[in-house]
């Protein structure tokens, strides 16, 4: 069966850190940009960070640059993204998504638009 699956979220405090992780069954996610969005209880899905699929480019949300870094983990075959300096405005259900139309593709994008492929979603919520 092909499918994506998040892990990694749960409840941290204002400043805190989280690392999520994505994982792909049925294909091999290395090979294939993926891209990371969120999206909070009553607003658009937005994207958060992207990554290519042999190690170039990878771009960020504003909200989220100089916080969250995104990486490869070959020897999991995950892409995984940390979360630091957590604040409350990002909590939200996290979603990762691979393009499986981008064979290789060496670059990725934080809209949503050419990703097929994308998980349930975990949940991250930064409070007190």
């Known amino acids: 069966q092909v499918q994506v699956v998040e892990s990694g979220g749960g409840l941290v405090q204002p400043g805190g850190s989280l690392r999520l992780s994505c994982e792909a069954s049925?294909?091999?996610?290395?090979?294939?940009?993926v891209g990371w969005f969120r999206q909070a209880p009553g607003k658009e899905r937005e994207g958060v960070s992207c990554?290519?699929?042999?190690?170039?480019?990878?771009y960020y949300a504003d909200s989220v640059k100089g916080r969250f870094t995104v990486f490869r983990d070959y020897t999991k075959t995950t892409v995984v993204l940390e979360l630091n300096s957590l604040k409350p405005e990002d909590t939200a259900t996290y979603f990762c998504?691979?393009?499986?139309?981008?064979?290789?593709?060496?670059?990725?994008?934080?809209?949503?638009?050419?990703?097929?492929?994308w998980g349930q979603g975990t949940q991250v919520t930064v409070s007190s």
């Open positions: 990554i290519s699929s042999n190690d170039g480019p990878r």
């Open positions: 998504a691979a393009d499986t139309k981008s064979y290789f593709g060496s670059d990725c994008t934080i809209l949503p638009t050419p990703y097929d492929y």
């Open positions: 049925g294909f091999p996610l290395d090979y294939y940009p």
